[in-house]
């Protein structure tokens, strides 16, 4: 059976996605293996440690730049992540210093709320209904 077990967001700077995505989203840091220039850096939910792992991916490929500025120019994020109520997790980010795009709003059957992950990325925040 196929399943998902690594997806990656390009970042412009992999301390600097590691700080963010460990200190202030609270993942923790499952591989760091260095590979030349860049490593192999992913980390997982704490509430799932064996689960999908979101590879920290450096942004350096000619297209990946103008394809993450196309994105933020027109205001789709990169990708999303799951929790339990966004409305709560907004305020508990806003309280860590994150910039949020886009407030927590009830579209029906999700709650979604976007916010800057300071790496070149917007991300999506959901709580299915």
């Not at 690594?6 to 293996?33: N, R």
């Not at 440690?49 to 103008?66: F, I, N, T």
């Not at 394809?67 to 907004?90: C, H, R, S, Y």
């Amino acid at each position: 059976m196929i399943r998902i077990n690594i997806t990656s967001v390009f970042v412009d700077d992999q301390a600097k996605a590691l700080a963010f995505y460990t200190e202030k989203l609270g993942f923790i840091k499952k591989h760091d293996v260095p590979t030349g220039d860049a490593r192999w850096l992913t980390v997982v939910s704490p509430a799932n440690p064996d689960g999908v792992e979101l590879l920290l991916e450096p942004d350096g490929h000619p297209a990946a730049k103008p394809f993450k500025n196309a994105l933020v120019g027109d205001g789709i994020p990169f990708t999303q992540f799951a929790v339990d109520d966004v409305f709560a997790e907004v305020e508990r980010l806003k309280g860590l210093g994150v910039e949020f795009t886009q407030d927590a709003v009830d579209l029906g059957p999700v709650v979604t709320a976007v916010f800057d992950d300071t790496c070149g990325n917007l991300i999506q925040l959901a709580t299915m209904k």
